[in-house]
């Protein structure tokens, strides 16, 4: 998911002359060859730029001090308590998930659905403390919201440079020491930034990869071995983004894009790889989503809101508890036969 969006898109009345009754006899001219190219003299100065990019547009991702904390969801209904019947196949009780990236934003939120859905939960981030801090406010919230609830879930806080194998193999014998076990893995944990290619220096390009595809493919890896040697059926869910499938404008991210293109095609290749294992990897893309980080964005820059919802058929942002239903689907039994499979949370974005 990219942090900025593209010019909206003229209305089609400003591309299509009115239509008008007029009592003038109708007559019809030639129409142009097809063959006839429009020569440069012809072409609007404008033409293609609602679709290029723009090498002005530089984005660094913010440092660990500087990212905004997240707040967990709160309130019944959708995204709170359980308050009517469901499918018992969406439940995740009994069960231990692992969500890489979870102190905050789109992670945070992802694992307190699977709280709420009666699994455990083992938050994996580079900011121990702000994992530890919001194991706190999930088990808080929900014990608040669910007084009749005869155990608490188990949430833990990990440790890890998901980058790093060593750390990634610590971090896999910490969780498992501390639930038994591991049964779902969801991997949130990447970062973008939007500069022209031909300026990005290699080493920042590096270290996004190794976040964003590299930490994917090792904690995949290690939950697959895990589930392997338990002889365990399991479900892994990578969170991709439409900028996978798509190419964001006018912010140059070619890095960013070509990076989830990758863990949308790595969940894909390991689906049929470890399909007879039982271990089922899907992904999910979401588009444009309003968390703690890109709304101070726009608190920054608050014309870019309309700008960025323009070319979103929904006209709006998503909201990360939007995330919560598809990922719980993913995770449990509701979806037993569905892998290898990307679905974009993106509002209708990228089907226009």
Same mark, same amino acid.
């Given at each position: 998911m990219s942090l900025l969006r593209a010019l909206p898109r003229r209305p089609l009345a400003s591309l299509v002359p009115a239509i008008t009754t007029t009592s003038r006899p109708f007559h019809t001219t030639p129409a142009p060859s097809r063959n006839k190219k429009p020569t440069p003299s012809t072409e609007s100065p404008s033409a293609g730029s609602y679709a290029r990019t723009d090498e002005s547009i530089s984005v660094s991702y913010p440092a660990e001090g500087a990212l905004p904390s997240s707040t967990p969801v709160t309130g019944t209904g959708r995204a709170g308590a359980h308050v009517l019947p469901t499918l018992a196949a969406f439940s995740l009780q009994g069960r231990v998930a692992v969500v890489t990236g979870g102190a905050r934003g789109l992670g945070l939120v992802?694992?307190?659905?699977?709280?709420?859905?009666?699994?455990?939960?083992?938050?994996?981030?580079?900011?121990?403390?702000?994992?530890?801090?919001?194991?706190?406010?999930?088990?808080?919230?929900?014990?608040?919201?669910?007084?009749?609830?005869?155990?608490?879930?188990?949430?833990?806080?990990?440790?890890?440079?998901?980058?790093?194998p060593t750390s990634v193999e610590t971090c896999m014998a910490e969780i498992i020491a501390a639930h038994g076990k591991i049964d779902n893995l969801v991997t949130s944990a990447g970062f973008t930034e939007n500069f022209e290619a031909i300026s990005y220096p290699i080493n920042r390009m590096r270290k996004l990869w190794g976040v964003n595809v590299d930490g994917t493919y090792m904690f995949a890896t290690a939950v697959a071995r895990h589930l392997m040697e /338990?002889?365990?059926?399991? #479900?892994?869910?990578?969170?991709?983004?439409?900028? *996978?499938?798509? %190419? &964001?404008?006018?912010? !140059?991210?070619?890095?960013?894009?070509?990076?989830?293109?990758?863990? /949308?095609?790595?969940?894909? #290749?390991?689906?049929?790889?470890?399909?007879?294992? *039982?271990?089922? %990897? &899907?992904?999910?893309? !979401?588009?444009?989503?309003l968390t703690a980080l890109t709304q101070k964005i726009l608190d920054d820059n608050p014309d870019l809101k309309q700008q960025w919802t323009s070319l979103i058929p929904q006209g709006h942002m998503g909201n990360p508890e939007d995330l919560m239903g598809?990922?719980?689907?993913?995770?449990?039994?509701?979806?037993?036969?569905?892998?290898?499979?990307?679905?974009?949370?993106?509002?209708?974005?990228?089907?226009?």
């Open positions: 992802m694992g307190q659905g699977i709280v709420v859905s009666g699994g455990d939960l083992a938050i994996v981030d580079l900011n121990k403390d702000e994992a530890v801090k919001q194991t706190e406010s999930i088990v808080e919230t929900f014990a608040r919201e669910h007084p009749g609830a005869k155990k608490l879930p188990k949430v833990t806080a990990h440790y890890a440079d998901v980058s790093d /338990r002889k365990s059926k399991g #479900s892994m869910v990578f969170i991709g983004s439409m900028s *996978g499938a798509i %190419v &964001n404008v006018p912010q !140059p991210q070619a890095p960013y894009n070509a990076a989830k293109a990758a863990v /949308r095609h790595l969940a894909a #290749s390991l689906s049929v790889e470890w399909a007879k294992a *039982g271990i089922r %990897v &899907n992904c999910i893309s !979401p588009g444009y989503m598809p990922v719980t689907f993913l995770l449990s039994d509701a979806s037993g036969y569905v892998t290898g499979a990307d679905l974009r949370v993106d509002g209708g974005y990228t089907v226009t």
